[in-house]
């Protein structure tokens, strides 16, 4: 299977890029092929509300690098999601990434991504393990992917009291796991 990966911290050596180097470790060694985009260096510009993505039914038009992403996305059975928790939420270029899923509706509001991917989200946050301020953030953002025909599998969230090496332990047998 072919997973794409969405880095969302601006540090390679962050808590949630290793969660999900980790997943990316166990799913190699199952026989996955894995696409990895850190979005702090990709060229995204914010979704221009020209709404050519639904009334002509196609992925969003913006020449971007969420070209190529949606490109892997459509070959993928499964999607990973990362990202920090700052200021109480998921980093500013995630947003920005989420928000041009908005082409992944058609017109009367139904997905266009036919067969359902996995999905899974990996978190880290300064806060406590379990903070519950942060979960309705989470899931709200998770919310834009499962609303376009894909399936939460798993979310990790690290707390700042957190045993990481059994987080990242859980991760890489996630990925180890994964099956197509």
């Excluded at 911290?9 to 990895?36: C, N, V, Y």
């Excluded at 359902?116 to 903070?131: D, N, V």
Aim: proline share 3%.
């Amino acid at each position: 299977m072919k997973i794409t990966m969405v880095l969302g911290s601006p540090r390679e050596d962050s808590i949630s890029t290793k969660l999900a180097m980790r997943f990316a470790d166990g799913a190699e060694e199952a026989g996955h092929e894995i696409r990895i985009y850190n979005v702090n260096d990709m060229d995204i510009m914010g979704c221009q509300a020209c709404g050519c993505c639904r009334k002509h039914d196609v992925d969003c038009v913006v020449e971007d690098d969420m070209e190529e992403y949606f490109t892997d996305l459509r070959q993928s059975g499964a999607l990973v999601i990362t990202s920090p928790n700052y200021y109480s939420h998921v980093t500013g270029p995630m947003i920005t990434f989420m928000n041009r899923h908005y082409c992944l509706m058609d017109k009367e509001k139904k997905p266009r991504l036919e067969e359902t991917r996995k999905l899974f989200a990996f978190f880290a946050q300064g806060a406590p393990e379990g903070y519950e301020k942060y979960i309705p953030n989470y899931e709200w953002y998770i919310g834009t992917f499962t609303s376009k025909n894909m399936e939460l599998v798993r979310q990790i969230i690290a707390g700042g009291d957190s045993d990481t090496e059994a987080l990242y332990e859980e991760a890489y047998e996630a990925g180890k796991a994964l099956q197509a």
